[in-house]
């Protein structure tokens, strides 16, 4: 079966590191995201892109960065681990012409 | 810029009754879908419920329907016959309609505890 998954499911980091969190769907979909859960703020847009080679910031896009070099994977990367990056950070897909996205299962970043 | 507004961060409700999550929204825009999502403690994300909004009727899946108001930008969710296993967070969520993508703008969740 198609599917999203992301990797690790849970990391802890120093502050000041670099971290790379890796996203992989097989659904073949254009559209990739990246969303930061935290508390009272729901879901908020980090990166998204429509296809490879395509890379979009969002709405909370400051000091994240994203590649996309082929259909299946779109890695974040946290340049320099800050505190405030703490946080479950969720993997989306979708197909421009389906009306649904479809989510991994979040990885939990702490940064110490 | 779409905003979502989830007003009540947590709800209970006895199990078999009847619960209502609401939801507001802000846009410009005229053809969007709403959903609603439901986050149980596995962290999962799960699609509840798609409304269109150039449909007049409201959207239901079982024991989950919607209450739309497009001219008062309202999108509830009412749940009947709750159950145990709707404990959740639940999540109001925004998309414009185009052929470029399909982002979410998500509201900031309500926390629904349901007692036996």
């Known amino acids: 079966d198609a599917e999203i998954t992301q990797s690790p499911r849970h990391k802890i980091t120093e502050t000041g590191r670099q971290v790379t969190l890796a996203c992989h769907q097989t659904w073949n979909h254009n559209n990739m995201f990246w969303y930061r859960q935290d508390l009272g703020h729901g879901l908020r847009l980090i990166h998204y892109?429509?296809?490879?080679?395509?890379?979009n910031k969002g709405e909370v896009s400051d000091g994240y960065s994203v590649s996309r070099s082929n259909t299946e994977d779109l890695p974040l990367t946290l340049e320099s681990a800050a505190s405030s990056q703490t946080s479950v950070y969720f993997c989306?897909?979708?197909?421009?012409?389906?009306?649904?996205?479809?989510f991994g299962q979040g990885t939990r970043l702490t940064v110490v | 810029a779409q905003t979502v507004t989830q007003s009540q961060p947590e709800m209970s409700v006895q199990e078999a009754e009847t619960v209502t999550l609401s939801c507001t929204y802000d846009?410009?825009?005229?053809?969007?879908?709403l959903f609603w999502y439901k986050q149980p403690p596995s962290r999962q994300m799960i699609l509840v419920i798609r409304q269109e909004a150039y449909k007049q009727q409201n959207a239901t899946e079982n024991r989950f329907s919607v209450n739309f108001q497009k001219a008062a930008k309202s999108f509830s969710l009412k749940i009947s016959d709750s159950q145990l296993g709707d404990t959740a967070m639940y999540f109001c969520a925004f998309m414009i309609r185009n052929n470029a993508g399909n982002m979410l703008t998500f509201g900031g969740g309500t926390r629904l505890m349901v007692k036996p």
């Open positions: 892109s429509y296809g490879v080679h395509d890379t």
């Open positions: 846009t410009s825009e005229n053809n969007y879908y």
């Open positions: 989306a897909s979708s197909e421009s012409s389906v009306k649904e996205a479809f």
